[in-house]
């Protein structure tokens, strides 16, 4: 982070266990949006993951303990947050591919299935609204009725 922004450490009181910190939440953050389809008990991480913890990371430090709200959006640091963000989420849905630093493919997950149900094109039956605000989906009960019969 000190690498790619160094007025971090030279206008701050910013300590490297603060740095490390961050660190770890953005790789925590990275690793619970990847983990369907990466192990992510990685050798050594892919290059790519790297960049992103530290893009945000930085973001983080910056937002949380060095700019204002104001300076923050001129900075161009909220675009490069989003950016870091979306691109986790390309890793995360395997429309972008990890590498090694050598530029081999790291292999996505093979273990892991989507869990799916049968009544998945219908509403709700049940949901956290408040009581009585339930809904009944008349195709779902029809279909079920019909399915009985048989």
């Known amino acids: 982070m000190l690498a790619a ?5 030279s206008l701050t009181t910013i300590t490297s266990a603060h740095l490390a910190q961050f660190a770890d939440d953005a790789e925590a953050l990275i690793d619970g ?6 192990n992510v008990n990685f050798s050594s991480a892919p290059i790519q993951l790297v960049a992103l913890a530290t893009d945000l990371a930085l973001y983080n430090v910056l937002a949380k ?4 709200q104001e300076r923050l959006q001129q ?29 081999d493919i790291i292999a996505a997950r093979t273990e892991v ?6 009544t998945r094109t219908y509403l709700q039956t049940f949901h956290e609204g408040p009581i009585g605000s339930e809904v009944q989906d008349k195709d779902k009960i029809d279909d079920l009725l019909s399915d009985r019969e048989l």
Request: proline residues 2%; hydrophobic residues 35%.
């Open 5 to 9: 922004e160094p007025m971090v450490g």
């Open 33 to 38: 949006r990847i983990v369907r389809n990466y």
């Open 65 to 68: 303990r060095i700019f204002t």
């Open 75 to 103: 900075s161009g640091c909220v675009d490069r947050f989003k950016e870091s963000m979306l691109e986790v989420q390309k890793v995360a849905d395997g429309s972008s591919i990890l590498t090694t630093s050598s530029g």
């Open 113 to 118: 299935a989507e869990l799916d149900s049968n």
